[in-house]
């Protein structure tokens, strides 16, 4: 595998509902290994398990994609996801979690489990006019924060296990 020295990089910069993103240049001299072309904005920050990467984007797709290569390995569309979003992993299950886009007009928010190996669609749970915040995963349960607009606020706990 050939040395990175410098690299060129659209970085997130942590404007996680405003959506914003900054490109950075770290050279001239730089060596990419591969570009992967999703049809929008990445809108999460990837995970990588095994040789795969794991991210979502604004053209409300999960993609997976061979670290190696960059080639698609499978894609899925995600009813809400076109916001910002978080990954995470248990089990051979990803968590994705969409949150609200006030810019894209994206009032909802989603919860969905995915199968690792085929891409395919668990269970997922849509929230009108609310949001999620990013989830963690501790011994089998997904913990996760809840908003719905002038409303509730709250902590949720879902076994993994009964929505994997």
């Known amino acids: 595998m050939k040395k990175i020295t410098s690299l060129s990089f659209i970085l997130f910069l942590g404007l996680f ?19 992967f072309k999703a049809r929008g904005e990445i809108t999460c920050v990837p995970i990588v398990v095994n040789n795969v990467i794991y991210v979502t984007s604004r053209d409300s797709n999960l993609y997976a994609i061979d670290s190696g290569t960059g080639k698609t390995l499978w894609k899925i569309k995600l009813k809400k996801l076109g916001g910002p979003a978080s990954i995470v992993l248990s089990e051979n299950v990803l968590v994705v979690v969409s949150s609200i886009s006030p810019s894209l007009r994206q009032l909802d928010a989603g919860i969905y489990t ?5 891409g395919k669609l668990k269970w997922f749970n849509e929230k009108e006019n609310g949001m999620y915040y990013p989830p963690m995963i501790f011994e089998g349960v997904v913990y996760l924060g809840s908003e719905s607009f002038g409303e509730e606020k709250s902590l949720l706990a879902i076994y993994l296990e009964t929505v994997a």
């Open 17 to 35: 509902l405003m959506g914003g993103c900054g490109k950075v240049d770290t050279g001239k001299d730089s060596r990419v290994l591969w570009k």
């Open 114 to 118: 995915i199968d690792v190996e085929s």
